[in-house]
């Protein structure tokens, strides 16, 4: 009762902080405040800034006609501004207002592509640009706005009349000052980061007095330092948030280096570390391994920013601040969570996925997370997130973690994780001949008194993993056979695996051109059972799970084993 008591507090503390930070927004976008934001207007953008995300001229055609495929779902606006037509798709909304589209313009490279670019800057600035509130002024859309804008200058600006050029860089400048104003008040994470570096960005590309530049690089350093933790990861503990920071940090250095500014060493710094963390949750596929708010990988993303990695050698095995654990000979790798939740406020993402992990072989993924559907129905997201949709063991089909879905709260700070694992010691067991983790957490103590370890062993030059999961009181006493010591073990699937059951019994995990793995696991039996992957490209995807149940108190300790084996002749799949 005390530690939910105390999570109780800790979400309405945020909540009340979150209220506070929207009241003093809409008093900066009131007409006491507005003036602060008019001043001098730029007279030229001194450089665009380089943007590594990918581009397609065909998105440009379809965004000509009508039709603006963004954030998963395709609008068309039938001949109107799409800042005229009401959307209820926020995501949508968003992506429309941060204006990242403008990259594909400029991949089409025709006059056409660049007119109309003009013409919807003209559109927002029309439409928007005098009237701060809404998602158009989010402080996170707006710095994806400001430094979509300063990239893709050169396209909007081609051919430009002067009342269209002084009005986009009086609207930049009115958009930066009120960045500028309200950055210090926005959540923690990965929006005020990005905040800083748009500000970075700005003081870069525009004609701005030194002591801008100064203040700017100040406050994005000072930033980094507090997100970027000492193993490369972000302080949100989503592999997904290391890419995309990557993919603003990498142009932010080389705007530095074009513009003969030394970049803060804080900023190599966090680029240096941040690099190697993106390899670590690489699976040999391409992909991101599944945890934490990751979905689907766009796996060219991931090729654009390694292409700037000139780090020699494997992946880092050991991300102890960043929480993860990472087992990998010869071709076969094991990503695995052994981390305690990020705080509440930057938990909007964090999963109840402690332990969990996943297995690929060669470029096939075995054991995986179910991850998360990107783009999807938001009401998916909670099921995403629980701990049964993790590779990893649940109690009386409870999640490890819980989340808040109250809709007064989610109006204010989305789904924050509000419980969990506070205390998750690992200790790395590595050999010549193997790599391995123990690793614990108690994430159920509080509920049901049993603490969950597990101890992972890859070995024989990657053939072989064994898993070893225990549950026992905190003292180390057998749990109690009290009706809330019900365990299940799962194993989660991806969907390109077949089933079927070899001459011992066991159950082998295969797929086309790829090894087989067996699993094993003498007591107690494992079951097959039905499952949903999230993070398939094209939305959720049937699929299955081998599962272990059985009481703690009648099992405090159950070990299984996954054995790479080479199947010649394929028998019918089940």
Known sequence: MAAAAINTTRLWALVAREFWRKARRRLRAGPAYRWRYSGRTPERVLIAPPDLRLADPQIALEIYYGRYPLSGRLVETGGQSPFQIEVANRGWQRSLHGFRWLRHMRAAGTELASANARALVSDWIAMHGSHISGIAWDPGVTSKRIIAWLQHSSVVLQGAEFPFYRAFLKSLAIQIRYLRSIVREMPDGKDRLRARIALAFAALSLPTPASALRAATRNLSEELDRQILPDGGHVSRNPLTVLEILADLLPLRQTYANQAEAPPAALMGAIDRMLPALRFFRHQDGSLARFNGMGATIHDRIAAILRHDDTAGAPLLHAPHSGYERLSMGDVTVIADTGAPPPPDLSTTAHAGCLSFELSSGRQHFIVNAGVDTYGDPEFRPLARATAAHSTATLNDTSSARFSHSPRVSNLVGSPLVGGPRNVPCHRDDGQDHQGFTASHDGYVHRFGIVHERALTLSNRGNLLEGRDRFLRPGGEVANNNGRDFVTVRFHLHPEIKLFKDSDDRLVLTADNADSWAFACADPVPEVEESI??????????????????????????????????????PNWN
């Not at 599962?547 to 099992?555: D, G, I, R």
């Open 533 to 570: 992957y999230f993070a398939g490209l094209g939305g959720p995807r049937i699929s299955r799970q081998l599962v272990l149940s059985f009481k703690a108190s009648e099992h405090s300790q159950i070990e299984w084993r996954l054995t790479r084996i080479r199947t010649e002749g394929r």
